[in-house]
């Protein structure tokens, strides 16, 4: 069976830190992946996308950045994190065709 | 512009009684909808689903229809339990295109004993 690791679950960073998400998929192969961001009172924003290892679409302009180094792993980044990046980050894959996404426990992040 | 939509932000019901939320949508190239269930602090997970050449899909309590004209969908929950309080997503797909869900903003159900 299918299974989706995201880590941390929660994170606290000041403002200007880097930040760095990780996601894994297992079970699956060539998965296409997605962040989401779920703000205060807000729907799932999806963030970014990727088809393939080295391929990511940006849905949204902003200070992240993703990065998919192999098939089943998606990394989220910032250089230098805003208070405004605070909100809970999921991460999900869905098989090519089949349009269920899978979704990770999500990520509470906190920028002080 | 949301090109999904659930314009009810909560809704309360009594257990036992019928859930009905309700979510509609602009792109006409959607042909894939799902329905997703969220707990806080928790990623969201699949409920259900319905393809566009159907009007109607039933799984247990669980039953969305889908009024392609109107571009509305709706998840009814019969009967209610006060397990289903969470937030429900809704969310819909073009399967000849990228796949990609977009998600509306969410409907939180409470359901009182």
């Known amino acids: 069976s299918q299974t989706i690791h995201q880590w941390p679950a929660t994170l606290v960073q000041p403002v200007g830190s880097p930040l760095s998400l990780e996601c894994t998929v297992e079970g699956t192969s060539n998965p296409n992946l997605y962040w989401y961001r779920q703000a205060a009172g807000r729907g799932l924003q999806l963030l970014f996308y990727?088809?393939?290892?080295?391929?990511i679409s940006s849905e949204v302009p902003q200070n992240l950045s993703a990065s998919r180094p192999q098939d089943r792993q998606f990394i989220l980044s910032s250089k230098k994190l805003l208070l405004s990046d605070s909100g809970f980050y999921l991460c999900?894959?869905?098989?090519?065709?089949?349009?269920?996404?899978?979704f990770g426990q999500g990520t509470r992040l906190t920028v002080v | 512009d949301q090109q999904v939509k659930q314009n009810s932000p909560s809704l309360s019901v009594q257990e036992g009684r019928i859930s009905i939320l309700n979510c509609d949508y602009t792109n006409s190239m959607f042909d894939y909808f799902l329905w997703y269930k969220k707990y806080p602090a928790e990623g969201p997970t699949f409920l259900i689903s319905?393809?566009?050449?159907?009007d109607k899909n039933e799984d247990g309590r669980f039953t969305v229809f889908l009024n392609k004209s109107a571009k509305h969908l709706s998840l009814h929950i019969v009967p209610s339990q006060p397990g289903d309080s969470a937030v429900y997503f809704c969310?819909?797909?073009?399967?000849?295109?990228?796949?990609?869900?977009?998600f509306g903003r969410g409907t939180s159900l409470i359901v009182h004993p």
């Open positions: 969310a819909a797909s073009e399967t000849g295109g990228s796949y990609i869900p977009t």
């Open positions: 319905i393809s566009s050449i159907k």
């Open positions: 990727s088809v393939g290892i080295g391929q």
């Open positions: 999900a894959w869905t098989r090519t065709g089949l349009g269920v996404a899978f």
